[in-house]
């Protein structure tokens, strides 16, 4: 079965912590999203990947980072640095890097105790 | 303004029911269309594209009117399957999505 996997599917942070959520595509799509999700608003694009080893900041990079070593995998870290990062965070993946379909995980929701 | 605005409901509707709702957007220049469809606390599902033209898959129907920059989503003979939050997703440049905050409609028996 082709799809988006992410874990873990809840997770827990204490402040000051950092923590890296897991996206992972069988797709074999060359783009790959991160995007957080608050109550009541629409979904906001953290960072973007066209290819292996590049990806670019999207609206509310500050207190994110990522890496895209394998073009199947594409983590995010939620560093301290983020000061109110308890959301829902969805992984999607596109063939291109194009305007076009994106499909995503099921998701990843965090909360910081 | 926002690059796409959406009411956010809820429509309630009996069983049965036609619901019909709206979303614009705020680039002219936008050339992808899409509804995607959000059950509570899961990831978004694409429900359709949107077209020029316009277009139907079975009891739903998409409208794209280009010159009041709106797109809209109608529902015929709602079923209780069909409560969700509709969002509205419109390109904003060559590479990025835009998704609307979502209007939900709850189907009643």
């Known amino acids: 079965d082709g799809g988006i996997t992410q874990s873990p599917k809840y997770l827990f942070r204490k402040e000051g912590q950092n923590v890296t959520l897991s996206c992972e595509q069988n797709?074999?799509?060359?783009?790959m999203y991160w995007y957080r999700q608050d109550p009541g608003q629409g979904l906001r694009l953290i960072y973007y990947?066209?290819?292996?080893?590049?990806?670019q900041k999207g609206d509310i990079a500050e207190g994110y980072s990522v890496s895209r070593e394998k073009k199947e995998s594409f983590p995010l870290t939620v560093t301290s640095a983020q000061k109110n990062p308890t959301a829902f965070y969805l992984c999607?993946?596109?063939?291109?890097?194009?305007?076009?379909?994106?499909?995503f995980g099921p998701g990843t929701r965090l909360t910081v105790l | 303004r926002k690059e796409v605005e959406q009411d956010p409901g809820p429509f309630n509707v009996p069983e049965g029911a036609t619901v019909a709702f709206n979303c614009t957007y705020s680039n002219s220049a936008s050339q992808s269309f899409f509804w995607y469809r959000q059950d509570c606390r899961k990831e978004p599902k694409l429900l359709m594209s949107v077209y020029s033209s316009g277009n139907e898959d079975g009891r739903f129907t998409a409208q794209l009117n280009r010159a009041s920059q709106y797109i809209s989503l109608l529902i015929r003979d709602s079923k209780l399957s069909d409560s969700a939050t509709y969002l509205c997703v419109v390109n904003i440049d060559d590479y990025k999505l835009s998704f609307g905050a979502g209007t939900t409609v709850t189907v009643r028996a």
């Open positions: 999607a993946s596109s063939i291109f890097l194009t305007a076009d379909t994106q499909y």
């Open positions: 797709l074999n799509h060359d783009a």
């Open positions: 990947s066209q290819i292996v080893n590049d990806f």
